[in-house]
């Protein structure tokens, strides 16, 4: 979402028998007068089983949503043992938000909730330590 003037947006479990778990995430515009927007995309599952899939970009590509900042944002499933691996570029950083689950990052370990900023790296190695591991990656300016 892309929120302007005059927007209001509230989030909540539309459900009344199952349980929600959310993540709310902000990212700062990398400029001001962006006409307000709204776009909403679900990820398959399998799209994310074992790898990161891009779901966020400044530029829309490989399906992903379009963010108004240089960031992309990656989402990954694993399960107990399975590793995943993102370069980054030089000068670029990382953030690591766990979801669910738990892994170790660079020999540092993260469990549900946790999230890492990394810097100076040339990658981001990932590796769960339990199955059904949800995360998300930002790489960033």
């Not at 209001?8 to 479990?13: A, L």
């Not at 927007?37 to 530029?59: C, H, I, M």
């Not at 549900?112 to 990656?137: H, Q």
């Amino acid at each position: 979402m892309s929120a302007g003037t005059g927007i209001r947006h509230s989030e909540f479990n539309h459900s009344k028998t199952e349980p929600v778990h959310f993540l709310q995430i902000w990212v700062m515009p990398d400029r001001q007068g962006i006409a307000p927007r709204y776009e909403q995309k679900t990820f398959p599952d399998a799209e994310k089983r074992g790898r990161l899939r891009l779901v966020g970009s400044s530029d829309g590509r490989d399906g992903s949503v379009v963010i108004h900042q240089d960031v992309e944002l990656l989402a990954a499933l694993l399960t107990a043992g399975e590793r995943v691996t993102h370069a980054l570029a030089a000068g670029r950083k990382g953030w690591i938000q766990v979801i669910r689950g738990a892994v170790a990052l660079h020999g540092h370990d993260l469990a549900a909730g946790d999230g890492a900023a990394v810097a100076d790296e040339s990658d981001l190695s990932i590796t769960a330590k339990v199955d059904n591991t949800e995360l998300l990656v930002f790489d960033l300016p």
